[in-house]
């Protein structure tokens, strides 16, 4: 049944996103396929049914999403599963909505997607999904079963997508998949670009603005490495390189089957900061992974003092059903805790050392986001995140003076002068 067809009974409709960039790409996707169909988006209290996007990719992510749509179930409302969570738990999703919930799984929102549903967004910062799913296999992840093997889109396609978004008025384009740097890893007849070709494709479009490229997996980044950095090497990429690492230690890599070294990754690093002055280096770590010692842990720590990355993810193991992982016996939660409290306290440390060097310098942003609180999100050409506090236009380019720092962000002030 055409996937349009699943929301006929339907006219006013509310959308909610859970989880990462590739579910926002999604949702961006829904909403272009709900409004070509004649529906209207809407807020929850006028809809007629709401749609929960979902992810599941930890425990505590399964645990809001389960609440959020006991809630809406509370207040009566019509609920629409989508996400991971409709495709790698349906029955999960039955014991709490009933046995006729209507489920829609990311196979069938990219299945019903076609590029005669324009996405749209708000603002200036949009997601173009370039691939589904992945050639990896690790022994955690739960992804792997709702978004299955790779399925890299057609070259042509993402360059009109990207086309379109610059037309209207894009200036941060976030490019996502499970692994960007798997793409066209298929070799099938159709697809003979991989990432590197297909970021000197777009970023041929016309126009100002830039790419943000999602996570890439270290294995199938190896491959690729000279390529990508050339393909980096245009200005119209931000320098920010999504890697997730996941442990230091190798043992442990095996037991995830991540199929990389911790050396890979430091490899990776290493090339990229002798290629760029300034980069974001930004990578997760699962801490606590049920063959996790001491050791391993220490390893961890190591990797993270040794490369500091400017930015990083961190994760304590859950185990997620229907994974390999799922079978080992857990480490205590109280453990893990500790772990990843002692992991995220030297993270900071480390985030904050570096941010500090930055105070006084003067950089280039562009104006990417409105501050939660007042103000504006800027990004540098390495993706730093830096916060004006001002109301200032979307999409504009300053030079800003570095006046403060936290871990996480910069604060600045506007200059327009001379970059030192
Ligand atoms: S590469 Fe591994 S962690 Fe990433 S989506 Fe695939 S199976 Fe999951």
Request: net charge neutral; proline share 4%; aromatic share 8%.
């Amino acid at each position: 049944m055409p996937l349009k067809n699943t929301f006929a009974k339907f006219q006013k409709i509310h959308l909610e996103t859970f989880g990462c960039t590739a579910n926002v790409g999604d949702t961006m996707k829904l909403r272009a396929i709900l409004r070509n169909a004649g529906h209207e988006i809407v807020e929850k209290d006028e809809a007629d049914a709401v749609i929960v996007n979902t992810c599941t990719v930890t425990k505590r992510t399964e645990l809001n999403v389960i609440k959020r749509l006991k809630e809406l179930k509370g207040e009566g409302k019509e609920v629409i599963v989508a996400g991971c969570m409709a495709a790698a738990q349906p029955e999960l999703v039955k014991s709490i909505l009933g046995n006729d919930v209507t489920m829609v799984t990311p196979r069938d929102i990219c299945n019903g997607y076609s590029e005669e549903h324009e996405l749209d967004f708000d603002g200036v910062v949009t997601v173009i999904p370039i691939a589904m799913g992945c050639v990896g296999n690790c022994s955690y992840c739960i992804v792997k079963r709702a978004r299955g093997n790779l399925k890299s889109y057609e070259p042509e396609k993402i360059f009109e997508a990207v086309k379109s978004a610059v037309e209207m008025g894009a200036k941060e384009i976030r490019i996502t998949s499970q692994d960007c740097s798997a793409y066209g890893w298929e070799n099938s007849s159709a697809l003979k670009l991989k990432l590197p070709e297909l970021l000197e494709l777009i970023t041929s479009v016309e126009g100002d603005f830039r790419i943000r490229v999602g996570m890439m997996n270290p294995f199938t980044v190896i491959p690729i490495l000279d390529e990508l950095l050339d393909a980096f090497d245009s200005e119209k990429v931000f320098k920010f390189f999504h890697v997730p690492v996941q442990s230091g230690s190798d043992k442990v890599l095996m037991d995830m089957r991540r199929n990389y070294k911790a050396a890979d990754f430091v490899e990776i690093v290493k090339s990229i900061r002798k290629r760029f002055e300034y980069s974001t280096i930004c990578t997760d770590f699962i801490i606590g992974f049920p063959t996790e010692t001491e050791d391993d842990f220490l390893s961890s720590l190591n990797l993270l003092d040794d490369m500091k990355p400017e930015k990083v993810n961190i994760t304590r193991f859950s185990p997620r059903p229907g994974t390999e992982a799922f079978k080992l016996k857990d480490l205590l939660e109280r453990e893990k805790k500790k772990r990843s409290r002692i992991f995220s306290a030297f993270y900071h440390k480390i985030a904050l050392e570096r941010n500090t060097a930055l105070e006084g310098k003067k950089l280039p942003i562009l104006i990417t986001e409105k501050g939660k609180k007042g103000g504006v999100i800027c990004r540098d050409p390495s993706y730093r995140m830096i916060v004006i506090n001002k109301d200032l236009p979307l999409g504009a380019s300053y030079t800003v003076r570095i006046t403060d720092v936290r871990s996480i962000y910069l604060v600045g002030e506007v200059q327009n002068v001379d970059l030192e």
